[in-house]
């Protein structure tokens, strides 16, 4: 593996486990069996390895959102898939959250990260907008990104309150939640 992958694998990973502003240089490096002068051949500083992550972790979320909507026989199925898959996904994290959420959320006061945050979070906004039109190709461009953003926003809520209780009933209104936005915007 080259070094740049290392690196940027370590970097997620103690991301994931520890936080942004609680991860050091150093403990990449050493993660990633780097020496520091090949980190800045390859990134300009820690905020650069935190851009790649934001892109990185939008992008698998839309790759999940994508390989569930091809197994799914309507909206219904793809909302109870999706959630069902991310929570079997967190498993065996210790940061049970929804990964996008609580990385924004960490950053929220560092202005650097604004521009990448909604990049992020505009490109999951339209992996769902894709999901919802796949199977209600009419509805209107308005109420789509409407509907998309109610749910994401109760797909983030459900697994941020889900991270807090550790209620597995939280999950399960999410989704009945989320399940019954969907009538009532669909027109």
Same mark, same amino acid.
């Given at each position: 593996?080259?070094?740049?992958?290392?690196i940027?694998?370590?970097?997620?990973?103690?991301?994931?486990?520890?936080?942004?502003?609680?991860?050091?240089?150093s403990?990449?490096?050493?993660?990633?069996?780097?020496?520091?002068?090949?980190?800045?051949?390859?990134?300009?500083s $820690?905020? &650069?390895?935190?851009? %790649?992550? =934001?892109?990185?972790? /939008?992008?698998?979320?839309?790759?999940?959102?994508?390989?569930? +909507?091809g197994?799914?026989?309507?909206?219904?199925?793809?909302?109870?898939?999706?959630?069902?898959?991310?929570?079997?996904?967190?498993?065996?994290?210790?940061?049970?959250?929804?990964?996008?959420?609580?990385?924004?959320?960490?950053?929220?006061?560092?202005?650097?990260?604004?521009?990448?945050?909604?990049?992020?979070?505009?490109f999951?906004?339209?992996?769902?907008?894709?999901?919802?039109?796949?199977? $209600?190709? &009419?509805?209107?461009? %308005?109420? =789509?990104?409407?509907? /998309?953003?109610?749910?994401?926003?109760?797909?983030?809520?459900? +697994?941020?309150?889900?991270?807090?209780?550790?209620?597995?009933?939280?999950?399960?209104?999410?989704?009945?939640?989320?399940?019954?936005?969907?009538?009532?915007?669909?027109?």
């Open positions: 593996m080259k070094a740049k992958q290392k940027l694998e370590s970097s997620f990973t103690l991301f994931r486990e520890k936080g942004f502003q609680s991860t050091g240089i403990e990449i490096l050493e993660k990633a069996g780097a020496y520091k002068k090949t980190l800045y051949d390859h990134f300009d $820690k905020d &650069e390895l935190g851009f %790649e992550y =934001l892109t990185y972790l /939008s992008e698998q979320q839309g790759i999940v959102m994508l390989k569930v +909507l197994k799914s026989s309507d909206l219904e199925d793809f909302i109870e898939k999706w959630v069902n898959f991310i929570v079997r996904d967190q498993r065996h994290s210790s940061r049970k959250d929804c990964p996008i959420a609580l990385f924004c959320g960490e950053l929220s006061h560092l202005p650097q990260f604004d521009l990448h945050k909604n990049k992020s979070l505009q999951v906004l339209e992996t769902v907008e894709k999901c919802i039109l796949s199977f $209600k190709p &009419e509805m209107k461009p %308005e109420t =789509l990104r409407s509907h /998309s953003i109610d749910l994401y926003m109760l797909y983030m809520g459900g +697994l941020r309150l889900y991270s807090l209780t550790k209620d597995r009933k939280v999950i399960e209104r999410m989704k009945e939640q989320m399940k019954s936005s969907i009538g009532k915007k669909s027109r």
